[in-house]
T-cell receptor, first 118, second 114 residues
Framework: ETGVTQTPRHLVMGMTNKKSLKCEQHLGHNAMYWYKQSAKKPLELMFVYNFKEQTENNSVPSRFSPECPNSSHLFLHLHTLQPEDSALYLC?????????????????FGPGTRLLVL | AQTVTQSQPEMSVQEAETVTLSCTYDTSESDYYLFWYKQPPSRQMILVIRQEAYKQQNATENRFSVNFQKAAKSFSLKISDSQLGDAAMYFCAYRGDSNYQLIWGAGTKLIIKP
């Protein structure tokens, strides 16, 4: 499955570091998502971009800063994270909310970045 | 607000047998979509099957099929002829027609016994 790629796959960072997660989709979609998956918790939606515009920010702390330069790329910039931010970060893409036709509603996921904050 | 409930934290099945994973949801919408995703140890979230609420016919994808009971708000996943590669976390998810956000269940861990 190479429709949605994420780099790096694993990341270890200190609380004072700055790092970025990258997501790229090759499916021609115009909506992209960042999710956080922690142990024993359901997936948490963090951000949604629709045609490069941020349409959702689910009360995410400002130490997470998303960027969507075009419909194919999505970044998550990380700064002064806390140990509790350690998790699997998943990127997904789909057709935009305004799309019609079968399959428009389906989100396709990347392999995730496993983040450990020390 | 919509909610999705998976009441089985873990299920196990003998290889080649059939297993059913349960999912219930709560919504006041009439048009929506339901999904089953699989997350194997590799952590890749993979779409297994999807169902449009306006379709009465249950979706099927090879060995995977659903039992969609709209009135009961139930959406169970049946896996036939279980294989070792089916071992994974299975997540049920809901999406309203007017909102592209997915509402996720807590997941069911499926163990396949050889």
């Amino acid at each position: 499955e190479t429709g949605v790629t994420q780099t790096p796959r694993h990341l270890v960072m200190g609380m004072t570091n700055k790092k970025s997660l990258k997501c790229e989709q090759h499916l021609g979609h115009n909506a992209m998502y960042w999710y956080k998956q922690s142990a024993k918790k359901p997936l948490e939606l963090m951000f949604v971009y629709n045609f490069k515009e941020q349409t959702e920010n689910n009360s995410v702390p400002s130490r997470f800063s998303p960027e969507c330069p075009n419909s194919s790329h999505l970044f998550l910039h990380l700064h002064t994270l806390q140990p509790e931010d350690s998790a699997l970060y998943l990127c997904a893409s789909s057709q935009p909310a305004q799309a019609s036709g079968p399959g428009k509603e389906t989100q396709y996921f990347g392999p995730g970045t496993r983040l450990l904050v020390l | 607000a919509q909610t999705v409930t998976q009441s089985q934290p873990e299920m196990s099945v003998q290889e080649a047998e059939t297993v059913t994973l349960s999912c219930t949801y709560d919504t006041s919408e009439s048009d929506y979509y339901l999904f089953w995703y699989k997350q194997p140890p590799s952590r890749q979230m993979i779409l297994v099957i999807r169902q449009e609420a306006y379709k009465q016919q249950n979706a099927t994808e090879n060995r995977f099929s659903v039992n969609f009971q709209k009135a009961a708000k139930s959406f169970s996943l049946k896996i036939s002829d279980s294989q070792l590669g089916d071992a994974a976390m299975y997540f049920c998810a809901y999406r309203g027609d007017s909102n592209y956000q997915l509402i996720w269940g807590a997941g069911t861990k499926l163990i396949i016994k050889p």
